[in-house]
């Protein structure tokens, strides 16, 4: 068995303090950004990926919650996609209680998931495929809605309708992005263009051009931008005319 000390002590061995400022700055760490008071060690990804691909198999859930709950990003980042390899573990094995288990175990940490990187590197993967083996869960309904939910709530609600779009319903990525037109953060206009845009990828183009036809007048320019990005350079102008002329 890993414990959670042990692998922090290897984090903290490869800490280098010009990248931590380079990562506090490119995070947003900044008072009155959205990652204000975050703690840099300062490694990159694939350092942090290097130390889950040696520990993942022999450290237990518990453990690797209490990485993901530590006020290091780094620490928390390996933590998550240590839960990551287990929940994919989990289900190749075809082991409903253990992805019951890490699924419910990632949720109740959701407060500690409270970056861009750290809700895209693991909601995808373990919300967006408990999502596609369980096709009525509202959960994710729920958090979309800005009403009493965080930025990385609905963030995680509309990053994992990746899995779901691959896995033919892309109808949730149209409805979720629906409730983020309105949103103030520009983080989650990014998120659901990105999301659009994966949609019009997997064959899902009229839909798009449905939604946007829809929407266009409300759209934020950056969800526009991301969620074009893939259509031919003439209907990108078209639909960036369609939205001035409708404000």
Not at 160 to 179: E, I
Request: aromatic content about 8%; some cysteine.
């Amino acid at each position: 068995m890993i414990d959670s000390a042990d692998i922090k002590t290897t984090l903290l061995s490869m800490a280098d303090e010009r990248q931590a400022r380079q990562l506090m700055r490119f995070f947003k760490t900044g008072p009155g950004q959205y990652g204000a008071g975050d703690k840099f060690v300062g490694l990159w990804n694939p350092q942090v990926r290097m130390v889950v691909k040696k520990s993942w198999k022999n450290t237990p859930l518990s453990e690797a919650m209490k990485l993901a709950k530590s006020p290091l990003h780094e620490v928390r980042l390996c933590g998550l996609l240590i839960m990551v390899e287990q929940y994919l573990r989990a289900m190749k094995k075809k082991d409903r209680t253990g992805m019951n288990m890490i699924f419910d175990s990632y949720i109740s940490i959701h407060p500690h998931i409270n970056n861009w990187d750290l809700v895209d590197l693991s909601a995808i993967k373990i919300v967006g495929n408990h999502e596609v083996l369980n096709p009525d869960m509202i959960l994710m309904d729920e958090w979309i809605k800005p009403d009493g939910h965080t930025l990385w709530q609905q963030r995680i609600a509309m990053v994992s309708t990746w899995m779901l779009t691959r896995n033919g319903r892309a109808d949730v990525c149209f409805r979720r992005a629906r409730f983020l037109l309105s949103s103030r953060h520009d983080l989650l206009h990014k998120e659901a263009g990105w999301m659009l845009r994966e949609a019009w990828k997997k064959g899902y183009r009229e839909e798009l051009r449905d939604f946007l036809e829809a929407y266009i007048g409300s759209m934020p320019s950056v969800m526009l931008s991301y969620a074009c990005e893939q259509m031919p350079a003439d209907e990108r102008i078209d639909w960036r005319q369609k939205r001035k002329a409708r404000q």
